[in-house]
């Protein structure tokens, strides 16, 4: 007993370290330095790469930051993001359909969107409501199911827009559908920044952090308060006299907007808009990007989100060109599959006090 | 009076929860009973290929019992074992041992490979208690990645492969489709029988049969009994002095291994391996089949197995065509049977998640009654 008093006292400055940032995020950030040091050595030219980073971050931190809600009224990682990027989705379908260009297209399709996203959001948070518990699984599967019932919807809800439809039978959306003339890359033209080959679009992370503060403003207001408290502890958050069902359903519908605006961001930098199985394995990069940022089950900050996807998207974008460049083989694939996947596990199995 | 009223809710209740329980079958024969008339198939064709399907499907089905048996619920983590009967199908294809010989020895690859994956199913399984369906979820992707990184970048480059056959013209790595041709069928012909011009594939249904018969059996043994009171309660079993740890691995391991040997009868049945997608989608389809018979994240037997392959097979082979017959898009048919096999899980989920509130309250209110009848008193 004694002795291991002295053992905990006396830990390394490493053990500390490990502890309090935890072992997986630490290998993962030891990797990615790894591959940013061995760049310039395998021939890749490093601005470049940090471009690269820097935009998928900017594509994808939308998407991550929409987690934060639901883990925070203790709904669990957001698994349902799917529903959040159809409603952005038909935002974008419609946007153009109605004949929008430019930065207009844009603003358009969120506004479309938001509704759709209200809408299926209410809808969802309510079934979430039914069945506390259980939600990630269920989750998961009514991302599915909205998934592959909008396949059938995009063959055949009425698209005329000449840009989007099969050329050949005039009916029926495309897969990818391109968005030059639309709304491509506008956040990121705005203010952007070319120095040599290190590229910045400001704008894009100009609007995510605008959404950022915005969630950690509202984290900090009288009802954003009440929502953590529902998510650390439900019993004690009902005593207080607070509404869980409203503060969980309110949450929920949080998420699913900030997906429907996520995946907007993403097709402005992305240049497509992708349907019909697109969508479907989209929830599990987002998910592991905010594990991988530290957060937990229950508990999830905005700096976890924002190192969460750099650290993510880094190790996505450097390891083809790093591991082509070094041993010709292209292992980038598996390796993103394992790591997020098993970021996702280790968060899984780690205890959490008031999950149940 | 009130002793009265409350068997009165109870049957009701009954009555009920049979609906309930049975409403996904009833919704399916529905749905089948619309599709085949405007699909246009021959009867004779539709039982041909339910027949098929039926071997082809039911020992992979009949995997998922035993884990919803131990209060685990559904094994999505039987894709691993899938795995496993691939690589023992690639390896022993590689050595080029052919029909009932190649099977069976890549029955016998496999098994070690399942145990090892089982165990690791297990034990992450047991720290995840109480989330077991999303972490053998999540499981099945992870090991998903280890299994691309073994058959993509280690077959060929480490573990020796002498046919350029399989192999990917790189040097390494497997093709992306191995043939089975010399195996194709050969356990479902071995006693070759036809019945007014349906092929029963005989073999394959003894099989199956000696495997539910062991099921059966199983539940009775003394393991069976004490998966049943983990899945009852893992308190109560762990104060009857049940390792309730090492039950839970065990449901996990069994399930596995047969997944990895019904994995080999359905590419046996099929004729080739599609290396990197034959498994993916086969954990989905299994639990869909499962469930459509009727079976509930709590409770399944066998014969929710065989209702399910029937009627969900039947949805799936006339799906397409209806959908083709209505809208004149084929496509949309495809869609659909995908749609409905991801929303028959959900409703099931939702189902067991909302049954399990409604029992944990009707708990509390009883509680409640008897505390204040004995206040009475």
Known sequence: MNEKAINKKEKSWFGKLVESYGLPRLIITAFLLLLLILAPFVGADLPTQVSNIIARFSWNGILVLAMVPMVHSGCGLNFGLPLGIISGLLGATMSIEFGFTGPLSFVMAILIATPFALVLGTVYGWLLNKIKGGEMMIATYVGFSSVSLMCMMWLILPYKSPNMVWGLSGKGLRTTISLEGYYNEVLANFLRIRIGNLDIPVGTLLFFTVLALGIWAFLHTKTGTAMTAVGSNPTFARAAGINVDKMRLLSVVMSTWLAAVGILVYEQGFGFVQLYMAPFYMALPAVSAILIGGATVNKATIMNVIIGTILFQGIVTMTPTVMNNMIHMDMSEVIRIIVSNGMILYALTRKTEGAK | ?377
């Open chain 2, 1 to 377: 009076m009130s002793k009265k009223t409350g068997t009165k809710t109870i049957q009701k209740g009954k009555v009920g929860a049979f609906l309930q329980r049975s409403s996904v079958p009833i919704l399916f024969i529905l749905i089948c009973a619309v599709c085949i008339p405007m699909a246009g198939l021959s009867p004779s064709y539709l039982i041909n290929e339910i027949v098929t399907r039926m071997g082809r499907n039911a020992f992979l089905i009949l995997s998922l019992l035993i884990p919803i048996m131990a209060g685990m619920g559904l094994n999505f983590g039987m894709t691993l074992g899938a795995m496993a009967g691939e690589i023992g199908l690639i390896l022993v294809s590689d050595w080029q041992i052919v029909g009932i010989p190649g099977m069976v020895l890549a029955m016998i690859i496999s098994v070690p490979i399942s145990i090892l994956l089982g165990l690791f199913c297990g034990k992450i399984l047991n720290m995840a208690k109480g989330r077991e369906m999303i972490t053998s979820y999540i499981i099945s992707y992870f090991i998903n990645g280890v299994y691309q990184l073994v058959v993509l970048y280690l077959m060929g480059s480490i573990i020796p492969i002498k046919h350029s056959s399989i192999k990917l013209p790189r040097g390494y790595g497997i093709r992306n489709t191995v043939s089975l041709l010399e195996m194709r069928q050969k356990l479902d012909n071995l006693i070759p029988l036809t019945i007014g011009g349906v092929k029963i594939p005989v073999m394959t249904f003894i099989i199956i049969g000696i495997l539910c018969l062991v099921i059966i059996w199983f539940r009775r043994t003394k393991l069976g009994q004490d998966m049943r009171a983990v899945g009852q309660d893992m308190e109560v079993a762990r104060d009857a002095g049940i390792n309730v740890e090492r039950t839970r691995i065990l449901s996990i391991i069994i399930s596995t291994v047969l997944a990895g040997i019904g994995m080999i009868i359905y590419l046996q049945n099929m004729g080739n391996i599609a290396t990197y997608s034959s498994h993916s989608q086969i954990g989905m389809f299994c639990i869909a089949a499962l469930l459509v018979g009727g079976a509930s994240v709590d409770k399944a037997s066998i014969g929710n197995v065989f209702l399910g392959v029937i009627l969900f097979h039947l949805m799936f082979i006339v799906a397409p065509r209806a959908g083709a017959a209505i809208t004149g898009d084929s496509m949309i048919g495809e869609y659909f049977r995908v749609f409905v096999s991801y929303a028959v899980i959900t409703v099931a989920l939702v189902m067991y998640e909302t049954n399990k509130r409604k029992a944990k309250s009707m708990e509390s209110e009883q509680l409640k009654q008897e505390q204040l009848e004995e206040e009475n008193k």
